[in-house]
């Protein structure tokens, strides 16, 4: 057993709430991160912040970020979350993976600090999964002397494990609804939520442009700027124009362009030249794969918007043959609803030891729609049956979940780099 998968299985010790039904609030307060940090001397304060939250483009734009600033000749670390297949995805140093000793030795030390605490009976040792992973990618980062780091939100903002940082500059691409248990039933209580990662002294990059002709209550735009103000920050937005990939670049530029605003006068939207732009690329992000001679699409989408997103930026021949799961918390009748009339057939099924709707359950709902569906317990029989279908002409999507894409990517031929950081 390798010193990686000896910390793993400390770490699975904890609840992890990617892996759980999510109900009610998850946490009261960010304490058990502020006492681990403490425990490891503040490594959040060892390099300045991009703080990214929101609910479609967060890893994207925070990846033309990153890559933004390394065209302007800085060090820069990003933490993402979830990983789609290996947990080195999530700690990236300049363009590579942390490596799996670097990551092993920076989680055995936060695990350490850990278990300290609980017996010294203090916050952090009620520290969950995601704050531990949390914390190893800050350590992970100050270990390797970065200038900046971009950080994702996990879930939410407000009391998110990574609230501990000082984002210089704070992004949100945008906000739907998701998490309703937890962040709240309306846009605008959602945005209240991710908009509290802004802190005094912050700038705002904003794909959410106010619009008071959606109500109170759907006003996702005018929530966060409320909240801006109250902080005293400057904030600036970009029209919600465009395909999703141009709405990520556009608003990646406008944060470049206000760090430069404040003074880092090196960094400017500029910077995202196509390269830049092809490097960032994640995996699972309406990503083009091939298998069994058809293309393949994979997309973590599990928002309605989402999906009918990645359905209109897919310029493809044919109706795609659609494999899909859900997680039991996402909203199947309007996600059913986007694929209905654009997809040819839905091949259901599940992710064993995730918290997803059955492969029955989907064909039900979707066969209520008028789609033509089939059940397949084991994710890759889906997609063999899909591509098998596909080779007659048209493709595969497979959407709905990253947990999905990465039970299955791993049989895929894709071009995303495996450069490793040691």
Same mark, same amino acid.
Request: proline share 3%; hydrophobic share 45%; charged share 20%.
């Given at each position: 057993?390798?010193?990686?998968?000896?910390?793993?299985?400390?770490?699975?010790?904890?609840?992890?709430?990617?892996?759980?039904?999510?109900?009610?609030?998850?946490?009261?307060?960010?304490?058990?991160? !502020?006492?681990?940090?403490?425990?490891?001397?503040?490594?959040?304060?060892?390099?300045?912040?991009?703080?990214?939250?929101?609910?479609?483009?967060?890893?994207?734009?925070?990846?033309?970020?990153?890559?933004?600033?390394?065209?302007?000749?800085?060090?820069?670390?990003?933490?993402?979350?979830?990983?789609?297949?290996?947990?080195?995805?999530?700690?990236?140093?300049?363009?590579?993976?942390?490596?799996?000793?670097?990551?092993?030795?920076?989680?055995?030390?936060?695990?350490?600090?850990?278990?300290?605490?609980?017996?010294?009976?203090?916050?952090?040792?009620?520290?969950?999964?995601?704050?531990?992973?949390?914390?190893?990618?800050?350590?992970?980062?100050?270990?390797?002397?970065?200038?900046?780091?971009?950080?994702?939100?996990?879930?939410?903002?407000?009391?998110?494990?990574?609230?501990?940082?000082?984002?210089? *500059?704070?992004?949100?691409?945008?906000?739907?609804?998701?998490?309703?248990?937890?962040?709240?039933?309306?846009?605008?209580?959602?945005?209240?939520?991710?908009?509290?990662?802004?802190?005094?002294?912050?700038?705002?990059?904003?794909?959410?442009?106010?619009?008071?002709?959606?109500?109170?209550?759907?006003?996702?735009?005018?929530?966060?700027?409320?909240?801006?103000?109250?902080?005293?920050?400057?904030?600036?937005?970009?029209?919600?124009?465009?395909?999703?990939?141009?709405?990520?670049?556009?608003?990646?530029?406008?944060?470049?362009?206000?760090?430069?605003?404040?003074?880092?006068?090196?960094?400017?939207?500029?910077?995202?030249?196509?390269?830049?732009?092809?490097?960032?690329?994640?995996?699972?992000?309406?990503?083009?794969?091939?298998?069994?001679? !058809?293309?393949?699409?994979?997309?973590?989408?599990?928002?309605?918007?989402?999906?009918?997103?990645?359905?209109?930026?897919?310029?493809?021949?044919?109706?795609?043959?659609?494999? *899909?799961?859900?997680?039991?918390?996402?909203?199947?009748?309007?996600?059913?609803?986007?694929?209905?009339?654009?997809?040819?057939?839905?091949?259901?099924?599940?992710?064993?030891?995730?918290?997803?709707?059955?492969?029955?359950?989907?064909?039900?709902?979707?066969?209520?729609?008028?789609?033509?569906?089939?059940?397949?317990?084991?994710?890759?029989?889906?997609?063999?049956?899909?591509?098998?279908?596909?080779?007659?002409?048209?493709?595969?999507?497979?959407?709905?979940?990253?947990?999905?894409?990465?039970?299955?990517?791993?049989?895929?031929?894709?071009?995303?780099?495996?450069?490793?950081?040691?």
């Amino acid at each position: 057993m390798s010193d990686l998968d000896t910390c793993l299985l400390r770490l699975n010790g904890r609840i992890n709430w990617e892996k759980r039904l999510r109900k009610g609030a998850m946490r009261v307060d960010v304490a058990p991160m !502020v006492d681990l940090m403490e425990r490891l001397d503040n490594p959040h304060t060892k390099w300045r912040a991009v703080h990214v939250a929101g609910t479609k483009g967060k890893g994207s734009v925070a990846r033309l970020i990153a890559g933004g600033l390394i065209a302007a000749g800085y060090s820069v670390g990003v933490y993402a979350s979830p990983h789609v297949e290996h947990m080195c995805e999530r700690i990236r140093i300049g363009s590579n993976w942390v490596s799996d000793g670097a990551l092993a030795r920076a989680l055995n030390e936060v695990l350490d600090a850990r278990d300290r605490a609980e017996k010294e009976g203090t916050d952090a040792g009620e520290a969950t999964w995601f704050d531990l992973v949390t914390a190893t990618g800050f350590l992970c980062f100050a270990r390797a002397g970065v200038d900046w780091a971009v950080v994702e939100v996990g879930l939410g903002g407000r009391l998110d494990s990574t609230n501990v940082v000082h984002g210089e *500059l704070c992004v949100i691409p945008s906000i739907e609804l998701e998490h309703t248990d937890i962040l709240g039933s309306t846009k605008r209580l959602i945005a209240e939520e991710k908009a509290g990662i802004l802190k005094l002294g912050s700038v705002l990059a904003l794909g959410v442009p106010p619009d008071p002709t959606l109500g109170y209550e759907g006003d996702a735009g005018s929530a966060i700027v409320r909240k801006a103000l109250e902080l005293g920050i400057y904030w600036d937005t970009v029209p919600a124009l465009g395909t999703f990939e141009q709405r990520n670049l556009a608003l990646a530029g406008l944060g470049l362009d206000l760090l430069a605003n404040r003074g880092f006068s090196i960094l400017s939207g500029a910077l995202l030249t196509s390269q830049v732009q092809a490097a960032a690329r994640l995996p699972g992000r309406t990503e083009k794969c091939s298998y069994a001679g !058809v293309t393949v699409v994979l997309d973590g989408a599990h928002v309605a918007t989402s999906v009918q997103g990645v359905l209109d930026q897919c310029d493809l021949p044919g109706l795609p043959q659609v494999v *899909l799961a859900l997680g039991q918390d996402k909203d199947v009748v309007e996600i059913l609803k986007a694929l209905s009339g654009a997809v040819d057939r839905v091949y259901c099924t599940s992710v064993e030891g995730s918290l997803h709707r059955t492969a029955a359950d989907l064909v039900r709902e979707a066969r209520g729609f008028g789609i033509r569906a089939q059940a397949h317990t084991q994710p890759l029989d889906a997609l063999s049956a899909a591509a098998k279908e596909a080779q007659s002409g048209g493709w595969v999507l497979v959407i709905g979940s990253l947990h999905l894409v990465g039970a299955v990517r791993s049989q895929l031929h894709c071009s995303d780099p495996t450069a490793i950081y040691t």
